[in-house]
C-alpha cells in the first residue's frame, strides 16, 4: 500500500466538494471505523470484569457501549459495494491497523494505572480526535443522507467523548513524566493519522491519480 500524498486531507475535500461517498466509497469507510469501533468495543469489555476506579470506569462503560451502537448505526447506514477488490484493499488497511497500532497487547493484559494503560487511553483519544471524515464533506452535505447522517452522529459523540478523554489523560496517576505522556500521546497521534490518511487515499483514489 504506497504512502498517502502530503495533502492527502485538502484532496479528500475536494474529492467530496464534487462528489459524496458512492457505495466503494462507503465501504473503505465503514470496514475502516466499525473495525476500529468494535476492536476498541472488545478491549473495553475487559473493564467490566477488572477493579477500576469509577470515574475511569464509568467513562470507559458508556464508551463501551457507545462504540457498539455507533457501529452498528455505521454498518446498517452503508450502501456496500459489488466489487470484491474493495473489500481486500479494506482488509488490508485494516490489517495495517492491527500492526501499527499494536492493538494486540491490549487485549493481553490486564489494565493497570501504568504505560500500557495510559498508551491505550492515548491511541483511542487519537481515534477520537483525528478520524474526523465529516469536517471534510462540503457545508452542504446532506444529512437526510443516511450514510453522512451516521457519520454525524459518530463525529458529535466522538467530541463529547474527547474531553472526558482528556481529563483521564491529564489526571490518572501513572508512573510516567509529564515528557513521558506527552510523547506517547504525539505518537499514538501520529500512528493514527497516518492510517487515517491512508484511508483517505484509498477513498479518494480517482481524484489523487
Not at 18 to 40: A, H, R, W
Not at 104 to 120: E, H, S, V
Not at 139 to 159: C, H, M, Q, R, T
Request: charged share 20%.
Amino acid at each position: 500500500m504506497n504512502n498517502p500524498p502530503a495533502n492527502i486531507r485538502q484532496k479528500a475535500m475536494d474529492y467530496f466538494a464534487q462528489k459524496l461517498p458512492g457505495p466503494d466509497e462507503q465501504t473503505y469507510i465503514s470496514c475502516f471505523l466499525s473495525t476500529l469501533k468494535m476492536v476498541n468495543a472488545s478491549i473495553l469489555s475487559k473493564i467490566e470484569m477488572q477493579p477500576i476506579e469509577w470515574i475511569p470506569y464509568s467513562f470507559l462503560h458508556n464508551q463501551y457501549y457507545k462504540e457498539v451502537e455507533l457501529s452498528t448505526l455505521l454498518l446498517k447506514a452503508t450502501q456496500w459495494s459489488i466489487n470484491p477488490f474493495v473489500y481486500s484493499e479494506a482488509a488490508m488497511l485494516n490489517t495495517m491497523v492491527w500492526q501499527k497500532a499494536d492493538l494486540n497487547q491490549y487485549f493481553t493484559q490486564i489494565f493497570t494505572p501504568d504505560r500500557l494503560f495510559f498508551q491505550y487511553l492515548a491511541i483511542t483519544h487519537g481515534f477520537l480526535s483525528e478520524i474526523r471524515l465529516f469536517s471534510l464533506f462540503p457545508p452542504n452535505a446532506p444529512l437526510d443522507n443516511k450514510f453522512i447522517s451516521a457519520l454525524y452522529a459518530i463525529e458529535v459523540e466522538n467530541g463529547r467523548q474527547i474531553q472526558i478523554q482528556i481529563r483521564l489523560l491529564k489526571d490518572m496517576e501513572v508512573p510516567l513524566s509529564e515528557n513521558e505522556k506527552e510523547d506517547i500521546v504525539n505518537n499514538q497521534r501520529l500512528i493514527v493519522a497516518d492510517l487515517f490518511d491512508r484511508l483517505l487515499t484509498l477513498v479518494c483514489r480517482n481524484k489523487i491519480n
